[in-house]
């Protein structure tokens, strides 16, 4: 789990190499939900339905596995990650099982 956020992170950081801001909220009910928001440029069109895929990146030094790493470690916790298209920079949604 830590090395998923910690990919989410670090991508929401490098989307504002101008400085922005970056939020963290987590909620928990029967599932623990964490938003990660940035105030990047946010996802362009055609790399939204791969998203999630090995080796799609839109960074020129990047390889394209840090998302997808990202949801299998979560899905193999029973969790997921999803994006949420917004207005202004992106927003991930990360579900983990609360637990007892």
């Known amino acids: 789990v830590q090395t998923a956020l910690g990919n989410v992170i ?6 504002m190499p101008d400085g922005g801001q970056l939020s963290i909220e987590a909620r928990r009910g029967a599932m623990v939900e964490v938003r990660i928001r940035d105030t990047g440029e946010g996802v362009a069109l055609d790399v939204r339905e791969g998203l999630f ?11 394209g596995l840090g998302l997808s790493t990202a949801r299998n470690l979560l899905q193999n916790q029973g969790g997921n990650i999803d994006y ?3 207005a202004a920079g992106t927003t991930f949604l990360i579900q983990l099982p609360a637990g007892d």
């Open 10 to 15: 670090r991508n929401a950081v490098e989307a």
């Open 53 to 63: 895929l090995p080796l799609v990146t839109t960074k020129s030094t990047g390889v």
């Open 84 to 86: 949420e298209p917004s």
